[in-house]
């Protein structure tokens, strides 16, 4: 099981931190991401990072502006998201796959609730 928090409203420019709490012991070995839907638009891959060496890889759009880390100890793992930007407006997803790179949706087997993300311009 997943549970992302953290979202809110921030102004362009500004930061957010969300957090995904994972459940089960094979968090350790799982690949990790985030995805997020904006409003009339489909679920886009956002960033993701792996157990292995804790690769780290993101969308272009993101690139510079978001972090993606993780804590095994806490089963956690975050997106640091900074420089926000109008259309970072989004709900974020976090999900879990087995995969040791996914970037697409369908790389990943177990999703959480999404957290609203809302950035005023």
């Known amino acids: 099981q997943l549970q992302a928090s953290g979202g809110g409203l921030a102004q362009a420019g500004g930061s957010l931190r969300l957090s995904c709490a994972a459940s089960?012991?094979?968090?350790?070995?799982?690949?990790m991401g985030w995805v997020r839907q904006a409003p009339g638009k489909e679920r886009e891959f956002v960033a993701g990072?792996?157990?292995?060496?804790?690769?780290?890889w993101y969308t272009d759009s993101v690139k510079g502006r978001f972090t993606i880390s993780r804590d095994n100890a806490k089963n956690t793992v975050y997106l640091q998201m900074n420089s926000l930007k109008p259309e970072d407006t989004a709900v974020y997803y976090c999900?879990?796959?087995?995969?040791?790179?996914?970037?697409?949706?369908?790389?990943?087997?177990?999703w959480g609730q999404g957290t609203q993300v809302t950035v005023s311009s």
């Open positions: 999900a879990a796959g087995r995969l040791t790179i996914a970037t697409q949706l369908s790389d990943f087997d177990y």
């Open positions: 089960g012991r094979t968090f350790s070995a799982s690949t």
């Open positions: 990072i792996n157990w292995i060496a804790y690769t780290t």
